[in-house]
């Protein structure tokens, strides 16, 4: 989808005219650039108190991204959401990021143009900084790889490893909007290429459109976890899915854990989706990914810290029975969590 409708092929410019193109009105702010784009390598002055966090992506088209219903600006900007966010995941603050795009000659600059406004517009949100990238062509379609650098104190670092038994298991918003809301745009794709005169039906499902095209990542919990003065005893982001992640959670930390069903946080939206589209809305909130919300454990102590914030739901606990993930149903019953990862 390209929202700007002149076309200048990217051949008129070569490499080097490109990327000033792109980077010549961006400017950085942060006085430990010492070099930032421009020269052969970035130079970064270390906070030397800090440890420094790093995170890579790799984005392909039409196996991570549909340009079909994927403005470039939205790509751009969640390209750099889902990159950071795993750098949240880690207590960290992304501070710089490192962009390298590959692309096809059907790329004209006005789409390349589109889809740096959404980079730079997420390094504004979440005040990170573009420090360098790479440049290439591609046969085919559009590749994306983005690398992040944070930083945290050596005392706060968290990682998917250090959840006990008893520690409760939280989660951030609310999950299976982004997976429905692809499910929708897909559907409404299959419509146009049935019959091209017909309009995409969005309406009334902005919120689980937006958390597919526009997520964000929880710079917010992070700060509100420091101000709490919680450090949550292991974390991870939830890119591909709840149960996938309480798999990762499980094994690194040696634990089982127990959620309860009727505490999965589902927003109506997707709750009304979930049931058009015939989908149990409990499989789509565990199997749902890209929803980029933060999956964290907590050790009972800090419990009444968090109870009354309506951004973080106690879904569960840990157990004592190692990689057990288990579902309390409201009845009582209790299910094995399977990680099916839905594509
Ligand atoms: P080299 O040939 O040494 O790799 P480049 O010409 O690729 O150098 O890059 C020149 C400068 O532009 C470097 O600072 C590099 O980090 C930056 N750069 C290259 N491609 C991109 C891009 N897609 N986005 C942002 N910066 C880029
Ligand atoms: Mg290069």
């Not at 091209?196 to 997520?215: A, H, N, S, T, W």
């Not at 149990?280 to 968090?306: P, R, S, V």
Request: with cysteine; glycine share 8%; aromatic share 8%.
């Amino acid at each position: 989808m390209f929202e700007n409708s002149s076309k200048t092929t990217l051949e008129s410019f070569g490499e080097f005219g490109l990327i000033k193109k792109l980077t010549e009105n961006y400017s950085t702010k942060n006085p430990d650039i010492i070099k930032g784009i421009g020269d052969d390598a970035a130079i970064l002055k270390p906070d030397s108190e800090k440890l420094q966090v790093i995170t890579t992506d790799l984005m392909v088209e039409n196996i991570n991204f549909d340009l079909a219903y994927t403005p470039l600006k939205h790509l751009g900007y969640k390209a750099v959401v889902a990159n950071i966010s795993d750098i949240y995941a880690m207590n960290a603050i992304p501070k710089f990021i490192t962009l390298s795009i590959a692309l096809s000659s059907k790329y004209t600059l006005e789409a390349l143009e589109e889809f740096y406004t959404g980079i730079y517009l997420a390094c504004e949100k979440y005040d990170v900084e573009l420090i360098g990238g790479d440049t290439n062509t591609s046969p085919q379609g559009l590749t994306i790889s983005i690398t992040a650098i944070g930083e945290v104190s050596p005392d706060k670092y968290v990682t998917r490893a250090g959840c006990k038994p008893n520690d409760l298991l939280c989660v951030t918003g609310d999950l299976g909007g982004a997976y429905l809301g692809h499910q929708l745009m897909e559907r409404e794709k299959r419509v146009f290429l049935a019959n091209p005169d017909m309009q995409p039906d969005l309406e009334g499902y902005d919120y689980i459109v937006g958390r597919q095209l526009k997520p964000e990542a929880r710079k917010d919990v992070i700060e509100l976890l420091a101000e709490l003065n919680i450090k949550p005893t292991s974390m991870i982001d939830i890119s591909d899915g709840l149960a996938s992640e309480l798999k990762h959670l499980a094994l690194q930390s040696n634990v089982g854990f127990s959620i309860y069903e009727e505490k999965l946080p589902v927003d109506t939206q997707t709750l009304e989706m979930a049931s058009e589209f015939n989908l149990d809305a409990t499989m789509c909130a565990l199997n749902g990914g890209e929803d980029f919300e933060l999956l964290f454990t907590i050790d009972q102590a800090d419990f009444e810290k968090i109870k009354s914030n309506m951004d973080i739901t106690v879904i569960g606990f840990a157990t004592n029975h190692a990689n057990v993930c288990q579902l309390i149903t409201p009845s009582g019953s209790q299910f094995d969590i399977k990680a099916q990862g839905w594509g």
